[in-house]
């Protein structure tokens, strides 16, 4: 079983707000993916990480933040929040590029 | 480019067989993956193909040719909880920094099982 946990579930803020969304796994992986995904549309890659202090933009273009200071730990921030960023964001990890990607829940954020 | 193709909407009956194509053009190839997703929740790994040939777990099997860039998913003895989405993604190794063997998604096929 897939131990990867994303907080708030589900999150509506108001325009201009801080947040920041949360991602834990408890599989020792060291690469872990941020993917944005619209209803009926692909996973975007906006971000990844292949270890701690390693983080890099993926392919489409995300005002969002992210840090990897732990191994278990890879939070998303977007310093403010516009409607434009309503989308659902899935948290990703895995042990090698040869292995499956385990995802979390995922974040549905409604901004309004 | 790189590239994956599937059909949008497929429909099927409970206890048929299905088959779900996948093409991908990719700069390289380094295996293959299906996920199933059911609606407003996260993508679950179902198969993984580096090789040619049929990968048989259960009801679901996956088939890849890298000659063709092809794969499909095949799903016998269909039951109503299979509908969902099915999404291919295709790791490619692209030498650009920082961007090796990323996965590359397919958009995903809806598949609608009727009783």
């Known amino acids: 079983e897939a131990d990867i946990y994303q907080t708030p579930r589900y999150l509506v803020i108001g325009t201009g707000k801080k947040i920041t969304l949360e991602c834990s796994q408890t599989?020792?992986?060291?690469?872990m993916y941020w993917y944005q995904q619209d209803p009926g549309m692909e996973l975007h890659l906006i971000h990844y990480?292949?270890?701690?202090?390693?983080?890099e933009k993926g392919d489409l273009s995300s005002e969002s933040t992210v840090s990897r200071i732990r191994t278990e730990h890879f939070p998303l921030t977007l310093e403010s929040a516009r409607p434009s960023h309503t989308s659902q964001y899935l948290c990703a990890s895995r042990e090698g590029f040869w292995t499956e990607a385990f995802f979390g829940q995922g974040t549905r954020l409604t901004v309004v | 480019g790189q590239n994956i193709d599937q059909p949008t909407e497929m429909t099927a009956t409970e206890g048929a067989i299905v088959q779900i194509n996948c093409t991908y053009q990719t700069s390289g190839f380094n295996g293959l993956f299906w996920y199933q997703q059911h609606a407003g929740e996260a993508p679950t790994f179902l198969s993984y193909n580096v090789l040619d040939g049929l990968e048989e777990k259960g009801r679901f099997s996956s088939f890849l040719s890298r000659s063709k860039g092809y794969s499909y998913l095949l799903l016998k003895e269909l039951q109503m909880k299979d509908s969902a989405s099915y999404l291919c993604?295709?790791?490619?190794?692209?030498?650009?920094?920082?961007?090796?063997?990323?996965?590359?998604w397919g958009l995903g096929t809806s598949l609608a099982v009727n009783p």
């Open positions: 993604a295709v790791r490619a190794t692209l030498f650009n920094a920082g961007n090796n063997r990323k996965l590359i």
């Open positions: 599989m020792g992986h060291d690469k």
């Open positions: 990480s292949y270890g701690v202090n390693s983080t």
